[in-house]
């Protein structure tokens, strides 16, 4: 087991920012690679971002590329998204997990924390 927990979710306006946090208690954090998703009601889980285990590759979904960015600290064990300009359509919550993979598809990921909401008002 890895456990996850989220934090730094909140309500903001449109265009603030935020920096979404996940700790990993776990001494092989370095082995994975880590994703955010999220998911807003009544839609299906989305992805977000990706980071490999070393952060040297990192994807977007196209809706966060040049807004949010994904980022890691091994020696800390926790995974960041930065997130600016943000969206009313950015509300959701956000989930970290950890897989093997630096991958768009949730179903590659092995862990999940319980997320943390974000709500945008416009």
């Known amino acids: 087991q890895v456990p996850l927990v989220e934090s730094g979710g909140g309500l903001v306006q449109a265009g603030d920012s935020l920096r979404l946090s996940c700790a990993a208690s776990?001494?092989?954090?370095?082995?994975?690679?880590m994703g955010w998703f999220r998911q807003a009601p009544g839609k299906e889980r989305e992805f977000v971002a990706t980071?490999?285990?070393?952060?040297?590759?990192?994807y977007y979904a196209d809706s966060v590329k040049g807004r949010f960015t994904i980022s890691r600290d091994n020696g800390k064990n926790t995974v960041y998204l930065q997130m600016n300009s943000l969206k009313p359509e950015d509300t959701a919550v956000y989930s970290c997990?950890?897989?093997?993979?630096?991958?768009?598809?949730?179903?590659?990921?092995?862990?999940w924390g319980q997320g943390t909401q974000v709500t945008v008002s416009s």
């Open positions: 997990a950890a897989g093997p993979f630096a991958q768009s598809d949730p179903t590659t990921y092995d862990y």
């Open positions: 776990t001494r092989t954090f370095a082995n994975f690679a």
């Open positions: 980071i490999s285990w070393s952060g040297g590759s990192t």
